[in-house]
């Protein structure tokens, strides 16, 4: 098994669905976390370009190999540890469920980082975030999950994937930066999935013992 090195800041944000890929498959890394200024420093050193290709985390070290970009990372362990479906078809539609989270964290980056100092155009965009974005996508993650066995299993198959283990992150994360859960709530097979997925013995000691931060 390679030693894992798993580089982010002091956060959930982009790195976690690689940390619940890690606590489902029961596999140790060492979780390497940064407060900003520890990054600035860290970033700017002689061996930056080498151990960060893009200049930004989270990154992956294995066995010294070097994997950046949250979604690379995340895919990549969900292949080594049997959470990325058993054809390439069940990988699509793994694909199809965490690009479409993606759309949200774009939406949820231009609120809280591109406006964050303007406070109307903050507001407008959340305002599209809770209306259009989060319920367009999730009313077609609800019909893609329903079609799966009725929707009281998993996203793709009849086992846990990364689609489930990203689209439980991500909400985490939704929730906390929008202080918003009637969206998720409208859509019931999307929050028993998510309930499901944090009661998975693996994941809920991973949540109880994480560290505590705001998102």
């Given at each position: 098994m390679p030693i894992y090195k798993l580089k982010y800041f002091a956060s959930r944000g982009r790195a976690e669905p690689s940390r619940l890929v890690f606590a489902a498959a029961g596999v140790e890394y060492e979780d390497i976390?940064?407060?900003?200024?520890?990054?600035?420093?860290?970033?700017?050193?002689?061996?930056?370009?080498?151990?960060?290709?893009?200049?930004?985390?989270?990154?992956?070290?294995?066995?010294?190999?070097?994997?950046?970009?949250?979604?690379?990372?995340?895919?990549?362990?969900?292949?080594?540890?049997?959470?990325?479906?058993?054809?390439?078809l069940d990988k699509a539609k793994i694909d199809m469920v965490v690009d479409a989270l993606e759309d949200i964290a774009k939406d949820i980056i231009e609120m809280w980082y591109l406006h964050g100092g303007d406070e109307a155009r903050k507001a407008e965009a959340k305002e599209k975030c809770l209306t259009k974005t989060i319920p367009t996508i999730f009313s077609a993650l609800e019909k893609m999950l329903t079609s799966n066995n009725g929707g009281d299993g998993f996203f793709v198959g009849n086992s846990l994937t990364l689609a489930d283990l990203a689209f439980t992150a991500h909400t985490d994360h939704h929730i906390d930066l929008l202080e918003e859960e009637a969206t998720l709530a409208a859509f019931p097979k999307l929050t028993a999935l998510r309930e499901r997925v944090r009661e998975q013995p693996n994941i809920k000691k991973w949540i109880e013992a994480r560290p505590k931060t705001e998102w």
């Open positions: 976390r940064f407060e900003p200024e520890q990054w600035q420093s860290e970033k700017e050193s002689a061996s930056a370009s080498e151990k960060y290709p893009f200049g930004q985390m989270p990154v992956l070290e294995a066995d010294g190999e070097v994997i950046a970009q949250s979604q690379a990372i995340a895919r990549y362990l969900a292949n080594e540890f049997g959470l990325a479906g058993k054809t390439n």
